[in-house]
Structure formats: structure tokens, C-alpha cells
């Protein structure tokens, strides 16, 4: 298999040498210093690319122009100093994934695999923010749950708030094998592969889709 191009956009040197250390029979690293290198490399027909925050002279999070930057791409928002904040809003603006600057070669590959392969890349703790506000923020449909027995009903709709298993398993006096158990049957019964996507249905947000999510260990 032919190594896949990746554009790893920085004008920091230090950290090009630390990405350009990926794996080469995999990933085929190519530099990048703006985003206009990004929208050439979308034009050659490539997409997947990791991104540096600190890259001088980067529009805002919320500013609009970052739909037509990010359309088509598969970017990794890479961050020197990473914070559940900027992640969503990197994430909300369009990015793939998002991660420390600063992680190992083997991480950051680790990440693109995800990505490459149409998932999202993001820390646990960010995981957990997001779920919380999407139990803010939204209605959990009435039907969600149809197919589940009463205990995975109730280990999915403590997972989908971002509660852990060692806690669901005290909760509910059971083992943590036990909920493991509960949830890969509440998963394969609602066509969701983790925890964002079952509290993104839980909550009437999305249907169950294909495309997956990575929690970075």
C-alpha cells in the first residue's frame, strides 16, 4: 500500500521536525505555512492535513470563512497549549479532529488513521464536554430507546451523559464488565459506535450514521 499524503501546515520548525517523525510507510508528509497551502492541496484532490492553532494570522473560531477553508478537508487541529474550548470551537467550525501539538509521532498517526477514515480525533475530556451540553441543550426524542431492555435503557441514558462505567456500575450495583456488556448491546442495537453518537441520538440530534468518533486514550 502507498503511503497517504498528509500536508502538516506550522511555520514553527521544531514542530515540523517533530511531525515530519511519522511513520513513512504510512503517511507521506508534505510541509505547509499557510492555509492557502491547504486550499492547493484540496486542489490537487487530497484532503487530509494537520494544523497548527498558533499558525500567525488564523481567522477566529466562529468566523464564517472557516466553512469554505475546512469544506472537503480532513483536518486535525493540532494545539500547542489544547483546551476543551478551543476544541469545540475548532470541532464546530469544521475540523476532524483535534489534539496537542506536541503528541508523539505514534499518537498523531494514530489520530490521521481515524480521520483518514472518516472518524473524528479528540481527547476524552473534550468527549465529555461536548456530552454535556448537548444534554443541556436538547429533548431526547420519545422513540430512541425502542429495542432496548429497561437495564440498557438505563446504562445508555447514563453514558450518554458522559458518566463512566466504574460510576454507572456503582450506580447501579453491577459489575463494570457487566455495563461494557450493556453497552455494546445498546451500541449494535442502535446503530451507534460509541459514546458522542448515542448521546447525539439520545438527545434527538442526529440518527445513526456511519461515520465514527475516536475518544484519544
Given at each position: 500500500?502507498?503511503p497517504?499524503p498528509?500536508l502538516?501546515?506550522t511555520?514553527?520548525?521544531?514542530?515540523?521536525?517533530?511531525?515530519r517523525?511519522?511513520?513513512?510507510?504510512?503517511?507521506?508528509?508534505a510541509?505547509?505555512?499557510?492555509l492557502?497551502?491547504?486550499?492547493?492541496?484540496r486542489?490537487?484532490?487530497?484532503?487530509l492535513?494537520?494544523?497548527d492553532?498558533d499558525l500567525p494570522?488564523?481567522?477566529?473560531?466562529h468566523?464564517?470563512?472557516?466553512a469554505?477553508?475546512?469544506?472537503?478537508?480532513?483536518?486535525?487541529?493540532?494545539?500547542p497549549?489544547?483546551?476543551?474550548?478551543?476544541?469545540?470551537?475548532?470541532?464546530?467550525a469544521?475540523?476532524?479532529?483535534?489534539?496537542?501539538?506536541?503528541?508523539?509521532?505514534a499518537?498523531?498517526?494514530?489520530a490521521?488513521e481515524?480521520?483518514?477514515?472518516?472518524?473524528?480525533?479528540m481527547?476524552?475530556s473534550?468527549?465529555?464536554?461536548?456530552l454535556?451540553l448537548?444534554?443541556?441543550?436538547?429533548?431526547?426524542?420519545?422513540?430512541?430507546?425502542?429495542g432496548l431492555?429497561?437495564?440498557e435503557?438505563?446504562?445508555?441514558?447514563?453514558?450518554?451523559?458522559?458518566?463512566?462505567n466504574a460510576?454507572?456500575?456503582s450506580?447501579?450495583g453491577?459489575t463494570e464488565?457487566?455495563?461494557?456488556?450493556?453497552?455494546?448491546a445498546?451500541f449494535?442495537?442502535l446503530?451507534?459506535?460509541?459514546?458522542l453518537?448515542?448521546a447525539l441520538?439520545?438527545?434527538?440530534?442526529?440518527?445513526p450514521?456511519?461515520r465514527?468518533s475516536?475518544?484519544?486514550?
Open positions: 500500500m502507498k497517504t498528509v502538516l501546515i511555520h514553527d520548525e521544531l514542530l515540523w521536525q517533530q511531525w517523525n511519522l511513520d513513512g510507510t504510512r503517511w507521506l508528509p510541509r505547509g505555512r499557510t492557502a497551502d491547504l486550499a492547493r492541496w486542489g490537487q484532490g487530497r484532503s492535513a494537520i494544523l492553532s494570522r488564523l481567522p477566529g473560531w468566523d464564517a470563512s472557516w469554505a477553508v475546512l469544506d472537503g478537508a480532513q483536518v486535525i487541529v493540532a494545539s497549549r489544547p483546551t476543551d474550548e478551543q476544541g469545540t470551537q475548532a470541532l464546530g469544521g475540523a476532524a479532529g483535534y489534539c496537542h501539538a506536541y503528541a508523539s509521532p499518537a498523531l498517526a494514530q490521521l481515524v480521520v483518514a477514515s472518516g472518524g473524528i480525533w481527547g476524552r473534550l468527549v465529555t464536554r461536548l454535556r448537548v444534554e443541556e441543550r436538547a429533548q431526547p426524542p420519545a422513540s430512541w430507546n425502542l431492555t429497561e437495564r435503557d438505563m446504562i445508555a441514558r447514563r453514558a450518554a451523559t458522559g458518566q463512566a460510576s454507572i456500575a450506580d447501579l453491577i464488565r457487566t455495563v461494557k456488556a450493556h453497552l455494546s445498546v449494535d442495537k446503530g451507534v459506535s460509541d459514546r453518537q448515542l441520538l439520545v438527545h434527538g440530534i442526529s440518527a450514521q456511519e465514527r475516536k475518544v484519544a486514550s
